[in-house]
């Protein structure tokens, strides 16, 4: 460690709460104003300071880098997802940062053999569906939310993060032209689920806290804001939204650390009102599912 590296004292503040005649003073909510100049300039110091002193230990971080790499697959195909006459997957490059989305054709409706990578061969009518690192091109912060393909096969809705923020933009790739629909959403979160009308796309928004609060739909290509669709006003509960894996339902969950509740509505009748299948009870969780017995659903 060098000797003449020193640690930066944060200065103290005289912030004073009081909450149901407790008083308490915190010297460093000062710290919370993250666009403050001041506490930016912190933050820095610290790092600097980290840096310096853990200096020596660059030669060992690197070889632990290395060996860890040189285990790791860089040029590798993740588990493939079978859907509707297509294998999904994604693909990692050596020297690639990020993912590249892709699926293929299913030739044979009765063959369940999912593609295998060969680096020396194609494979045979892959259509790259998303490159992250060209999304990423140019920005320092990049990361993924959705990605995910109506169910027609024909259009990709993803989100993605440039800022480091966790707020996402949302966009639509027309997957037959390559072309983006000028339908764009700021401010989302990571997820979404299309429903079965591959043209209305559900989605959750965070509030002040980062807590998804407020479940959203958006009718693709209509020119038209997204509409609320639910809302959650209890801040002990978080908000998701997902489709049946029939595909015939979406839920709106709300759960909590000890408490859920599910409502649903008909995924090829979106704008139908939400039904809940049991008002939430104290310490009672539970969840919901819908799927055909018996029979192949998928193609």
Same mark, same amino acid.
Request: proline share 5%.
């Given at each position: 460690?060098?000797?003449?590296?020193?640690?930066?004292?944060?200065?103290?503040?005289?912030?004073?709460?009081?909450?149901?005649?407790?008083?308490?003073?915190?010297?460093?909510?000062?710290?919370?104003?993250?666009?403050?100049?001041?506490?930016?300039?912190?933050?820095?110091?610290?790092?600097?300071?980290?840096?310096?002193?853990?200096?020596?230990? &660059?030669?060992?971080?690197?070889?632990?880098?290395?060996?860890?790499?040189?285990?790791?697959?860089?040029?590798?195909?993740?588990?493939?997802?079978?859907?509707?006459?297509?294998?999904? #997957?994604?693909?990692?490059?050596? $020297?690639?940062?990020?993912?590249?989305?892709?699926?293929?054709?299913?030739?044979?409706?009765?063959?369940?053999?999912?593609?295998?990578?060969?680096?020396?061969?194609?494979?045979?009518?892959?259509?790259?569906?998303?490159?992250?690192?060209?999304?990423?091109?140019?920005?320092? #912060?990049?990361?993924?939310?959705?990605?995910?393909?109506?169910?027609?096969?024909?259009?990709?809705? #993803?989100?993605?993060?440039?800022?480091?923020?966790?707020?996402?933009?949302?966009?639509?790739?027309?997957?037959?032209?390559?072309?983006?629909?000028?339908? *764009?959403?700021? $401010?989302?979160?990571?997820?979404? *689920?299309?429903?079965?009308?591959?043209?209305?796309?559900? #989605?959750?928004?965070?509030?002040?806290?980062?807590?998804?609060?407020?479940?959203?739909?958006?009718?693709?290509?209509?020119?038209?804001?997204?509409?609320?669709?639910?809302?959650?006003?209890?801040?002990?509960?978080?908000?998701?939204?997902?489709?049946?894996?029939?595909?015939?339902?979406?839920?709106?969950?709300?759960?909590?650390?000890?408490?859920? &509740?599910?409502?649903?509505?008909?995924?090829?009748?979106?704008?139908?009102?939400? *039904?809940?299948?049991?008002?939430?009870?104290?310490?009672?969780?539970?969840?919901?599912?819908?799927?055909?017995?018996?029979?192949?659903?998928?193609?």
């Amino acid at each position: 460690m060098s000797q003449s590296a020193q640690p930066p004292v944060a200065k103290r503040g005289n912030h004073r709460r009081e909450h149901h005649g407790d008083v308490f003073i915190d010297p460093y909510e000062w710290l919370r104003a993250k666009d403050n100049p001041e506490v930016i300039a912190h933050l820095e110091a610290e790092n600097a300071y980290t840096d310096a002193a853990t200096a020596h230990l &660059e030669p060992l971080r690197q070889k632990i880098f290395d060996e860890i790499k040189a285990r790791t697959k860089e040029t590798d195909l993740s588990v493939p997802m079978r859907r509707n006459g297509w294998w999904y #997957y994604a693909r990692s490059f050596e $020297g690639k940062q990020y993912a590249v989305h892709c699926r293929c054709p299913i030739g044979d409706p009765d063959d369940w053999t999912p593609p295998e990578l060969d680096e020396g061969a194609e494979i045979p009518g892959e259509q790259v569906l998303l490159d992250e690192n060209v999304e990423a091109d140019g920005h320092e #912060y990049f990361s993924l939310g959705a990605a995910t393909v109506s169910l027609d096969g024909n259009v990709l809705a #993803y989100s993605v993060d440039v800022k480091g923020d966790e707020r996402y933009t949302l966009k639509f790739k027309d997957l037959r032209t390559g072309e983006l629909y000028d339908d *764009t959403v700021i $401010g989302i979160g990571a997820g979404g *689920t299309w429903a079965a009308d591959s043209r209305t796309f559900y #989605y959750t928004t965070v509030d002040d806290a980062w807590r998804p609060d407020t479940v959203w739909r958006h009718r693709l290509a209509a020119g038209l804001p997204s509409e609320k669709v639910y809302h959650e006003p209890d801040e002990r509960f978080w908000v998701a939204i997902g489709r049946s894996r029939s595909d015939k339902f979406l839920f709106v969950a709300s759960g909590s650390a000890v408490t859920t &509740e599910v409502r649903y509505v008909d995924a090829h009748d979106p704008t139908a009102e939400l *039904t809940t299948v049991w008002e939430r009870r104290d310490l009672v969780e539970y969840s919901v599912e819908h799927a055909v017995i018996g029979v192949r659903t998928a193609s």
